[in-house]
């Protein structure tokens, strides 16, 4: 069981730039949106599933495997595109997303792909689901960890909240939250939508060992996933800065990018921008 395929930096960041553009190409393939929320957790997934996680791709049911829940389901494609780069299943999977039969869902269905945890898309049920994990592992004596991708807008949902307070209660200190914090849900600013100001104080409120980070640094968010477990009785929360449609300065920053679809003109323009032309 391995946790790395690549160590550099340099490497590192050339593997979520062709993740980014990936994403734009079956974006664009399919016809289907949340491409900025997809862009925005890309390097969460690369310090996670390069640095970090011990799985065995060939081996992706492997009981004593690090599991891995993107809860935000809608940003499914970065789940498949990650999944793909580490051998999990063939990269050609990649051009049949969201199309008739493919295993690949616009958002994940049970069981549909090697390595997916977990059907998530309805917010705020990959948390609850990622402490039952954190629960069996403890009851079946395995030394796995859990680790869940939220977006700050399913940080709406009171499941998260009911999660949330029942890892610490529990001492779950093999589970981590990663808060894709990128500002914006789907019809506007997250922090005029609800009251999500200070993130970090809410987790720390709730029993949670509490970090802050740019989510846009690989080299930081694989110190902070690396303390899991950490000791101390505590789960891990991390709340990571980061920008929709990270990497493609036409898209970043922009909420239309959670329903637009890019036009043939506009992948060509991102994959000169992501340095890939």
Same mark, same amino acid.
């Given at each position: 069981?391995?946790?790395?395929?690549?160590?550099?930096?340099?490497?590192?960041?050339?593997?979520?730039?062709?993740?980014?553009?990936?994403?734009?190409?079956?974006?664009?393939?399919?016809?289907?949106?949340?491409?900025?929320?997809?862009?925005?957790?890309?390097?969460?997934?690369?310090?996670?599933?390069?640095?970090?996680?011990?799985?065995?791709?060939?081996?992706?049911?492997?009981?004593?495997?690090?599991?891995?829940?993107?809860?935000?389901?809608?940003?499914?494609?970065?789940?498949?595109?990650?999944?793909?780069?580490?051998?999990?299943?063939?990269?050609?999977?990649?051009?049949?997303?969201?199309?008739?039969?493919?295993? $690949?869902?616009?958002? +994940? #269905?049970?069981?549909?792909? @090697?390595?997916?945890?977990? =059907?998530?898309?309805?917010? !705020?049920? /990959?948390?609850?689901?990622?402490?039952?994990?954190?629960?069996?592992?403890?009851?079946?004596?395995?030394?796995?960890?859990?680790?869940?991708?939220?977006?700050?807008?399913?940080?709406?949902?009171?499941?998260?909240?009911?999660?949330?307070?029942?890892?610490?209660?529990?001492?779950?200190?093999?589970?981590?939250?990663?808060?894709?914090?990128?500002?914006?849900?789907?019809?506007?600013?997250?922090?005029?939508?609800?009251?999500?100001?200070?993130?970090?104080?809410?987790?720390?409120?709730?029993?949670?060992?509490?970090?802050?980070?740019?989510?846009?640094?690989?080299?930081?968010?694989?110190?902070? $996933?690396?303390?899991? +477990? #950490?000791?101390?009785?505590? @789960?891990?929360?991390?709340? =990571?800065?980061?920008?929709? !449609?990270? /990497?493609?300065?036409?898209?970043?920053?922009?909420?239309?990018?959670?329903?637009?679809?890019?036009?043939?003109?506009?992948?060509?323009?991102?994959?000169?921008?992501?340095?890939?032309?």
């Amino acid at each position: 069981m391995t946790a790395a395929a690549s160590t550099t930096s340099a490497d590192l960041d050339l593997i979520a730039r062709r993740l980014r553009f990936k994403l734009i190409e079956m974006s664009h393939a399919a016809g289907t949106p949340h491409l900025g929320s997809a862009m925005s957790c890309v390097d969460i997934l690369v310090a996670a599933y390069w640095n970090v996680l011990k799985l065995d791709a060939k081996n992706p049911s492997d009981p004593v495997r690090d599991r891995f829940i993107l809860s935000k389901g809608h940003a499914a494609s970065a789940l498949y595109a990650t999944l793909a780069e580490r051998g999990f299943f063939p990269r050609e999977w990649l051009d049949k997303f969201a199309q008739h039969r493919s295993p $690949l869902a616009e958002q +994940p #269905a049970p069981n549909c792909a @090697p390595g997916v945890e977990l =059907a998530t898309g309805s917010l !705020g049920h /990959g948390l609850p689901v990622g402490v039952g994990m954190a629960m069996a592992a403890r009851i079946r004596k395995l030394d796995y960890r859990v680790f869940v991708c939220l977006s700050d807008g399913e940080c709406n949902e009171g499941t998260v909240w009911e999660a949330a307070m029942f890892a610490p209660a529990q001492k779950l200190e093999n589970l981590c939250v990663v808060v894709d914090y990128n500002k914006w849900q789907a019809t506007g600013r997250s922090n005029e939508i609800m009251a999500l100001p200070s993130l970090r104080d809410k987790w720390a409120a709730f029993g949670w060992d509490t970090h802050e980070v740019n989510g846009h640094n690989i080299a930081e968010l694989t110190r902070l $996933l690396g303390k899991v +477990p #950490a000791g101390g009785g505590k @789960p891990l929360a991390i709340v =990571a800065h980061t920008i929709k !449609g990270k /990497g493609v300065s036409f898209m970043q920053d922009d909420n239309n990018w959670h329903y637009r679809i890019p036009k043939p003109e506009e992948v060509a323009a991102a994959k000169r921008e992501l340095g890939l032309a």
